[in-house]
């Protein structure tokens, strides 16, 4: 009965895994994407005030 249960965990472990890094990866990449969202905020703010000063 423990040898069965072993032998479950086991083969279960590569699929933790693979289900492991499909999360790290989500979370990197929607990371990615607000870290690009606020250069791309602050870069126009300061477009704007630049303009502003020039006008």
């Given amino acids: 009965m423990n040898i069965d249960m072993l032998q479950r965990a086991l083969t279960a472990l590569p699929l933790t895994k693979i289900r492991q890094r499909a999360f790290d990866g989500a979370f990197f990449g929607v990371t990615l994407i607000?870290?690009?969202?606020?250069?791309?905020?602050?870069?126009?703010?300061?477009?704007?005030?630049?303009?502003?000063f020039l006008g």
């Fill in 34 to 52: 607000a870290i690009a969202g606020w250069v791309y905020f602050i870069a126009l703010l300061l477009v704007k005030l630049f303009l502003w």
